[in-house]
């Protein structure tokens, strides 16, 4: 009689494959003591795999396959399992983990997740551990986990498309990516063809709207350079021109037509010791410009090389002394020669100075490299004073009064940052310069997008837009549809918001940046986010985290976090939305980044507060304020006082207390001129809740509730303009759910 067996159960697990690396030498060599090995493998691994609830289902020659119910016990006990093997001779093991769908049967397991697992150790450093891209996702809430992007491995026959990110932290080592990069996809060809993709949508698309739209051949190879950061060979009070002058090359190249230029934030990431087609292919350009200066009393004496990397051969080089005079002249001449070069053309007078005072031009790069290296308010004050000695003696700078207007943005003073923005326009239009136009115009849209008047920053947005495409600035052409794309968006004309947004993401693809490519990524899952579609808002987040993570860009994965974090506190998981906040806030403070900080330490406090923990919200709250009080974040300060005051409501404080933290919020954010709508909606849901409390005089709060909703329907009037009543209820109630609140309340009021 034949043994009776279980029927086939699915389920979700994750799979763990281990392998002892040199087995085969050594069996072949000492057989015994080969064997050995595996028993004492089994003798002392057997317990931490109890001990972290997994299942050992089976050995296969000196590997073993196991299985557990979540990933992070899978995570963690391959940590243990790396440090208890680390100090036994010959059991050197690569452990690969993955999770997904699996049939388990009489002990065993089955699937093609199971098949992927076996697959994934090998791609793990001799002691490491390497683990799939779903796995990194059930452990991005667990600050103390530290991974590295690998890359996307070659597996004949499985159709999954995933990442294999390897462990960094607990001493484990770093998977070598010249071993494994002839197993790795080759991205570059993926990156095309989802370019191609995305192309024949927007055609068809295009086609069913009546559109035109001229795209580039796809078959053409875009150039593609890195332009490192100038070595400054002279004292370091001149790093400044260093700094400058590189990162006003990398901005005149980029913006000069089809080209791709790595940015200066990937490149202030690179090592350069390393060979220059290390380099390169880490930045995945073809040509890199190495350069120095050397900043003499009068002049500077100057290198040049612009050096194809695969083959180190110098296709330019050129060494020569420049006067301080002519030192505006530098980055023209610079970007002239690499355009010609590369047999870019281009549509702009690449060679025209930004200003023809040296002195101005000093300040201004002065200015930008004090404001770029800013730590608190001290720092941007002493770069607005740079700005504004280079505007006292070049008025027409454009560059300068921009940056002079952005210092007042970056501590919220949108007045006077907009007086700035509008003068440089003014500037722009008397020296007849579109780039400097395209600039003004760019950043006035930016005020008046923050401060909610859509139809102005339309109107300047598309005039910087048409400026772009005339100069073919595509960086600026990107950015602006991209802008064009929310105010569609937030008008809930979502049709052309995503006509918009594909043709900006096309053009990053066109350009082939990866950095930008993840900014894109990135601003489609706010976009989706914000629609409601949470899960295809994670998946977008996830794939600019993926490139952030491999480029190192730990300011922009930190961003990317953040944003993930909130969407799943929007799906209800309070819990893993936290431990990612908190990552975010550790890591913020690492990288001295105040204004992170200060974004962390408020999510913390509102996850916390939709957790019913008002008590430790309030102590998170208290933390951020004391943080905008340091750096004068006016804003930010006086909305978490109100943040404060409605958990105080909801913990029981005294009412006494909480209306005087209310009022004081009240009074302060009443004078604001951007996000009224939203600041005076919160307001009145924390009035609403008063209203619920014995004792308290209701008349009092229903005045101020009142108050408060007519200023918020006020304010979200201001969003149309020109237009009947009917029309602005028929487009304000289309938008949002807080849009359609706010009517009802003012009519609930008026009737």
Not at 318 to 324: A, D, L, V, Y
Request: one cysteine or more.
């Amino acid at each position: 009689m034949s043994q009776a067996t279980s029927a086939p159960e699915r389920k979700l697990a994750a799979i763990m494959f281990t392998d002892i690396a040199g087995y085969t030498a050594l069996s072949a060599d000492n057989e015994e003591k080969a064997l050995k090995l595996l028993d004492k493998q089994r003798e002392i691994l057997q317990p931490v795999v109890k001990q972290f609830d997994g299942k050992w289902l089976k050995e296969i020659g000196d590997g073993l396959l196991l299985s557990f119910s979540s990933s992070k016990n899978a995570v963690f006990c391959a940590i243990e399992i790396q440090k208890i093997t680390r100090e036994i001779d010959d059991l050197n093991l690569r452990i690969g983990i993955h999770q997904g769908d699996i049939l388990a049967k009489d002990g065993d397991v089955f699937g093609d997740d199971v098949n992927i697992a076996a697959r994934l150790e090998p791609f793990a450093a001799v002691g490491g551990i390497v683990i799939s891209d779903k796995v990194q996702r059930d452990i991005l809430g667990t600050p103390e986990i530290v991974t590295k992007y690998v890359g996307k491995p070659k597996l004949k026959g499985v159709k999954q498309e995933l990442s294999v990110y390897c462990l960094i932290s607990h001493d484990l080592p770093e998977t070598d990516l010249s071993k494994v990069t002839a197993k790795l996809e080759e991205e570059v060809q993926k990156l095309w063809f989802n370019q191609k993709i995305i192309v024949a949508a927007i055609l068809v698309l295009f086609v069913a709207v009546g559109g035109l739209y001229t795209i580039i051949n796809q078959d053409m190879e875009v150039p593609s350079i890195g332009i490192l950061l100038m070595e400054n060979r002279g004292a370091s009070d001149d790093d400044f021109w260093s700094s400058g002058i590189t990162e006003d090359l990398i901005i005149k190249v980029a913006s000069a037509g089809l080209i791709r230029v790595t940015p200066m934030k990937t490149i202030l990431g690179i090592n350069p010791e390393q060979e220059f087609e290390q380099i390169a292919n880490e930045l995945k350009v073809k040509y890199l410009v190495v350069s120095s200066l050397h900043k003499l009393k009068d002049s500077f004496e100057l290198r040049c090389q612009i050096i194809e990397a695969k083959t180190g051969v110098s296709v330019y080089a050129n060494k020569w002394n420049e006067s301080f005079d002519n030192s505006p002249k530098i980055v023209g001449n610079i970007a002239d020669n690499i355009l010609k070069i590369l047999n870019v053309s281009t549509k702009q007078e690449i060679t025209k100075v930004q200003s023809a005072i040296p002195q101005a031009y000093e300040f201004y790069l002065n200015g930008k490299y004090r404001y770029e290296k800013r730590q608190d308010a001290k720092d941007i004050e002493i770069a607005r004073g740079l700005f504004s000695k280079a505007v006292d003696l070049d008025s027409n700078l454009v560059e300068a009064l921009i940056y002079l207007g952005t210092t007042y943005k970056s501590l919220n003073d949108q007045s006077k940052a907009k007086e700035y923005f509008e003068l440089g326009l003014v500037r722009a239009n008397q020296t007849n310069s579109k780039v400097s136009k395209a600039l003004s115009l760019r950043a006035l849209g930016g005020i008046e997008y923050g401060n909610g008047n859509l139809d102005n920053s339309y109107s300047l947005t598309n005039e910087a837009l048409i400026l772009a495409q005339e100069v073919d600035d595509k960086f600026s052409e990107a950015e602006a549809l991209g802008r064009i794309a929310w105010i569609h968006h937030f008008r809930g004309e979502f049709n052309k918001a995503l006509q918009m947004y594909e043709q900006a993401h096309l053009i990053t693809l066109q350009i082939g940046e990866k950095s930008d490519i993840a900014s894109s990524w990135l601003t489609h899952g706010t976009f989706l986010g914000t629609t409601g579609d949470i899960d295809g808002a994670l998946e977008e987040y996830y794939k600019a985290l993926e490139i952030q993570q491999a480029l190192g860009l730990k300011a922009d994965e930190v961003q990317t976090l953040r944003h993930i974090a909130l969407n799943l506190s929007r799906q209800g998981d309070q819990t893993t939305a936290l431990k990612i906040f908190e990552q975010t806030l550790i890591k913020s403070r690492e990288l001295g980044d105040v204004s992170g900080e200060n974004s962390s330490l408020t999510r913390i406090g509102l996850t916390y507060f939709d957790m019913g923990e008002y008590q430790k919200a309030i102590e998170y709250y208290d933390e951020a304020i004391e943080l905008n009080i340091q750096k004068d974040f006016k804003l930010f300060y006086y909305w978490l006082l109100l943040d404060k005051a409605h958990a105080m409501l909801r913990a029981g404080h005294n009412i006494a207390d909480v209306l005087d933290l209310l009022h004081t919020a009240e009074e302060g954010l009443v004078s604001v001129q951007y996000w009224r709508k939203s600041i005076f909606w919160d307001i009145v849901q924390v009035y609403d809740e008063l209203l619920q409390v014995e004792g308290v005089n209701q008349d009092e709060l229903l005045l101020s509730r009142f108050k408060f909703v007519e200023l918020a329907y006020g304010a979200l009037l201001e969003e149309l303009n020109n237009e009947t009543d009917e029309k602005r209820k028929e487009y304000l109630s289309s938008v949002v759910e807080r849009n359609v609140k706010i009517i009802e309340a003012w009519e609930s009021i008026k009737g």
